[in-house]
């Protein structure tokens, strides 16, 4: 099997899943064995939204296999940039993608891209438009930090989570991951949920989605999941709780938020439904909204572990990325 990677912008640009967790699983342990793999190979990231972690694991990532790094952030560092073919440029954007991608990919060997649904245009969004255009214009293997639609480098975390967690406490039943919905201020993206989904239904784990009415997600992600609209029963015997925000996806409520109820807020006596299940979140997570501090700050709280795993997530992902190019 081809085990090298011209883009990586969803779990089907990997063709042997299993292969490149046991890979992640040696990163992880030697991270600096491929230090010189990629050298004088240049990595460009660049973001169109805030970041934390995909910004800085990426470089490290990069840095482990020996690889350089550019990092822009398009707008406020850089030209703000026209995303419409034909536009008549007479106003705020200064320079077209077409352009803008072609000279970054020219300096860079692998190019990553962030790019968040706007949540207003849901045709733009649903074609993950900006993510597809750089990767058209730079003409250079693609990663993506995270598309209107999906956020693949944080689902290959939290599934070597789950691997590292089930194989130190010796689980030998299929674990059961549930991915609530929880409440938020704002009204975010669907990437995280779509793409935990997509990658969860390939893991050899039962998956099930819990959310209030309205909050359906795209069936393209989740077609054979368990959806349950009753949170509690949804987390009963959860060995995983996935806890995330998203706005509405369907029809006229598109990028909106709906109910924000409180209850839905994942607490100690929730995770008590559960069989000593352990709390999730890809981070950012608003505490005492959508997770209470007593859950946050538990031992059964995986977040700082999923991010650590972020480097590894993206070391692999770079190392099949440069091995493509030798
Ligand atoms: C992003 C999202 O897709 O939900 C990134 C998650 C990795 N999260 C946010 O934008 C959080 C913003 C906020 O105000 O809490």
Known sequence: ???TFAAFTSVHDVPDIASLLEEALRIKQTPLAWSEMGRHKTLALVFFNSSLRTRLSSQKAAWNLGMNTMVVNVGTESWKLEMHDGAVMDSDTVEHIKEGAAVIG??????GVRAFASLTDKAADTSEHTLRQFQKYAAKPLMSLESALRHPLQSLSDLLTI?????REGMTRRPKVVLSWAPHPKALPQAVPNSFAEWML??????????????ELDETFTQGASVIT???EALCDADFVYAKN???FQGENYGKV???????KITAEKMRLTREGKFMHCLPTRRNVEVA????????????????NRVVAAQSVLKRMVAAMS
């Open 202 to 215: 390939r893991a050899d784990v039962d998956f099930v989605i819990t959310h209030p009415e309205g909050y």
């Open 258 to 264: 709906l109910s924000n109820n409180p209850s839905w």
């Open 1 to 3: 099997m081809n085990n």
């Open 246 to 248: 998203w706005s509405a």
């Open 163 to 167: 691997e590292e967690v089930r194989r």
């Open 106 to 111: 020219s300096y860079s060997d692998i190019i």
């Open 230 to 232: 009753n949170q509690d």
């Open 293 to 308: 501090d007593e859950v946050l700050d538990s031992p059964s709280s995986l977040v700082i572990q999923q991010a650590q």
